[in-house]
T-cell receptor
Framework: DAGVTQSPTHLIKTRGQQVTLRCSPKSGHDTVSWYQQALGQGPQFIFQYYEEEERQRGNFPDRFSGHQFPNYSSELNVNALLLGDSALYLC????????????FGQGTRLTVV | SQELEQSPQSLIVQEGKNLTINCTSSKTLYGLYWYKQKYGEGLIFLMM?????EEKSHEKITAKLDEKKQQSSLHITASQPSHAGIYLCGGPPNFGNEKLTFGTGTRLTIIP
């Protein structure tokens, strides 16, 4: 079992550009959550996908959007990048029941210059 | 909204010593997750607690959730260099919800 995998591991983008991050959940998991972690802070919830729909959303602007595919993998898209979007983006997969652990990927380090 | 406060923010411990990290919630916890993070990397799941008074152990790490479900502690016995990292506690806003609010973390350094 490969666990939760994210790609790419590192990314450098220019302010105003758009970026897509990818996540493959752990085998047997159907729910994917995305978090943003700024340096020195705890992860902040962006949104969660289940059955290809956004089920919950945190306090993030519409520039942050996502998608879940039939195989449960997910993408996080960020438009009109700002310098403040520089962070570690983490993907977590789970069973969606809230009764089992959520496993995280290794993250994607996004730097906006 | 729920807030989780961790203490201490950082901890330097001599190898072999015991230590405790605390996580306090502003509201009743409907579950509490403990994770470990190496700098700049993903989160490694340690333990999940759901019931008041629950205690779980794995190797040299023990986590407890108090009866009132507003505070959790993580205790490491006979610390080793491999225990170094950032420890994060996270909790959902209600039962069955997997949207986690995290504390700011406790940075643990182990010195020989």
């Amino acid at each position: 079992d490969a666990g939760v995998t994210q790609s790419p591991t590192h990314l450098i983008k220019t302010r105003g550009q758009q970026v897509t991050l990818r996540c493959s959940p752990k085998s047997g998991h159907d729910t994917v959550s995305w978090y943003q972690q700024a340096l020195g802070q705890g992860p902040q919830f962006i949104f969660q996908y289940y059955e290809e729909e956004e089920r919950q959303r945190g306090n993030f602007p519409d520039r942050f959007s996502g998608h879940q595919f039939p195989n449960y993998s997910s993408e996080l898209n960020v438009n009109a990048l700002l310098l403040g979007d520089s962070a570690l983006y983490l993907c977590a997969s789970s069973t969606g029941t809230g009764r089992t652990e959520a496993f995280f990927g290794q993250g994607t380090r996004l730097t906006v210059v | 909204s729920q807030e989780l406060e961790q203490s201490p923010q950082s901890l330097i411990v001599q190898e072999g010593k015991n230590l405790t990290i605390n996580c306090t919630s502003s509201k009743t916890l409907y579950g509490l997750y403990w994770y470990k993070q190496k700098y700049g990397e993903g989160l490694i799941f340690l333990m999940m607690l759901q019931k008041g008074g629950e205690e779980k152990s794995h190797e040299k790490i023990t986590a407890k959730l108090d009866e009132k479900k507003q505070q959790s502690s993580l205790h490491i016995t006979a610390s080793q260099p491999s225990h170094a990292g950032i420890y994060l506690c996270g909790g959902p806003p209600n039962f069955g919800n997997e949207k986690l609010t995290f504390g700011t973390g406790t940075r643990l350094t182990i010195i020989p």
